[in-house]
RNA sequence: GUGAGUGUAGUUCAGCUGGUUAGAGCACCUGAUUGUGGUUCAGGGUGUCGGGGGUUCGAAUCCCCUCACUCACCCCA
């Protein structure tokens, strides 16, 4: 084989699409419930509209963008994620000076350089929704509740709602210099990972799968103990407002977020049946974002889905199987220029029909018509085109009904109306 | 970036300690059935054994290198 795709990309192929466009026409017509209106967005962005909003330090920034210079010398990068570019595109056309809430939904894909694993790409697909403009818990509760009608329209089971706080600009430093203070002392104690993280992200000690990790921060401070007021307020209406709308989900105080925008609210959806990369759906809140972009003061919030990793879960759940509505298996000459032009009729009629090109033996154009999952085959022959009356055969239950050439009369037959 | 595993037909895989011409299931094609499919029966192999080098009388098998893929860590949708 001379060509193949990149380490990390992949071709979507049928049937599997059909289950792409089952998930995407269920999001649209969720959103349109919701009031979310679709924006597209481009693809890369001046490198700077992720390093200054994601973190320098994050992950996601230091080793995972694809970075290159056009051909103007500027640093461009490929979206490793959707809420920075729109919120640069919210800055870009004023968008704030409509009545709020502005609620916007994207798809497509997303690029980051990592090590491919099951479940992760390195081109991969989000469908992501944001909110703009309102403070209120209301719309925290309003979101969550949302993601969560849409993974369950779209057919998921069994998902894992977690929701936390993690503070804000106030009182995160606070949170993060007591968690240091208590940890700093036994340090040694935990894995090479957890001591490294303790400069570089010590919140995601609390993360950490080691067993004696584990149990070497019992008893550090929470989160959700340090929350200055108006944190702490906001994340009880968000407890309330879930319990009202009964969206079911789990406080996780040890919820982490890999992204640095991220302010009070924040929620992750995962499932048991993904092996080790479980997140099918993330998001929270970014009140401070739309302001260090340049613009005014402005709460957002939002959310992204995996749809890589919400295809597995669907897949034998879903029937894809699809044919043509008709498949005419024609005999002889005559047959396939009649046939040939039947079938152009009956398509413009809005019929799904099909048409043997190659005339062989019955059998195999029958074989062929069952391979193909034809619901319908009608044999083409000199007698038929003689009598101008054809035999419609129901592939799944064997009826037959006759019918003549009258495209009407046919498709009127195969559609059973 | 780190660690482990796997590369043989379209696909899933067998091929043990080296031994004639590389195999099986599924899929596919043809026929039995000349104008009616799915079941059955008969026939058909569609292959650079990932690539390169080495050891050997002889390598899919052993050794080295390399490439690719997979899973996991880090991290994340």
Redesign the pocket.
């Known amino acids: 084989m001379k060509f ?5 990309l ?1 071709d979507i192929l049928p049937p599997d699409i059909s289950l792409w466009h089952h998930i995407e026409a269920t999001a649209r017509d969720i959103f349109k419930n919701y009031g979310y209106r679709e924006i597209r967005l481009p693809i890369m962005e001046s490198t700077d509209v992720f390093t200054r909003s994601i973190g320098e330090t ?3 920034v230091e ?2 963008m694809y970075t290159f210079e056009d051909k103007g010398k500027r640093s461009v990068t490929l979206r490793p ?1 959707g809420t920075a570019s729109f919120v640069r595109a919210y800055v870009e056309h004023h968008i704030h000076n409509n009545p709020a809430p502005q609620k916007f939904y994207y798809m497509g894909p ?1 690029f ?1 350089y ?9 081109q ?3 469908i992501g929704a944001e909110a703009m403009g309102v403070e209120d818990a209301k719309l925290d509760a309003e979101i969550i509740s949302m993601l969560s009608r849409l993974l369950s329209t779209i057919g998921l089971t069994g998902l894992n709602f977690e929701v936390t706080s993690i503070g804000c600009k106030d009182c995160r430093p606070d949170y993060k210099k007591a968690l240091k203070d208590y940890l700093g002392d036994k340090l040694k104690s935990f894995c090479g ?1 957890c001591q ?2 303790y400069d ?2 010590p919140l ?1 000690i609390l ?4 067993p004696g990790c584990i149990e070497s921060r019992k008893g550090s401070p929470a989160v959700l103990d340090h929350l200055c007021e108006e944190c702490s307020s906001h994340f009880d209406k968000l407890k309330h407002y879930l319990e009202l709308l009964k969206v079911p989900h789990t406080i996780n105080p040890n919820l ?4 640095d925008y991220y302010t009070k609210t924040a929620f ?3 499932s048991e049946n ?10 929270g809140r970014y009140d401070s974002m739309v302001k260090e972009f340049g613009g005014p003061p402005t709460p957002g919030i939002g ?8 295809i597995p879960l669907i897949k034998n759940t879903i029937d894809v199987s699809d044919g043509p509505e008709l498949l005419i ?1 024609p ?2 000459d005559e ?1 396939t220029e009649k046939g040939f032009q039947l079938t152009e009729q009956l398509r413009s009629n809005g019929l799904w029909a099909e048409i043997n090109h190659e005339v ?12 193909i999952g ?1 619901k319908n ?1 009608i ?6 085109i003689k009598a101008a009356q ?2 419609i ?6 009826s ?1 009904v006759t019918s003549t050439l009258s495209i009407d009369e046919l498709v009127k037959v195969i559609r059973r109306v």
Do not use: H, W
């Open positions: 193949k795709t990149l380490k990390g992949q994050s992950d996601i080793k995972e994620e997303m980051r990592e090590r491919p694993q099951a479940f992760r790409y390195r991969f697909y989000q990972d490294r993280r570089a992200n995601r993360d950490c799968k080691v982490v977020r890999g992204l992750e959806v995962s993904l092996g080790s990369q479980s997140a099918v759906a993330a998001g959310f992204a889905m995996g749809i890589e990793r919400i298996c005999l002889g047959a062989t033996s019955l059998k195999s154009q029958m074989r062929k018509a069952n391979r034809a085959v044999v083409l022959g000199d007698d038929e054809v035999v055969r129901n592939m799944s239950d064997k037959e």
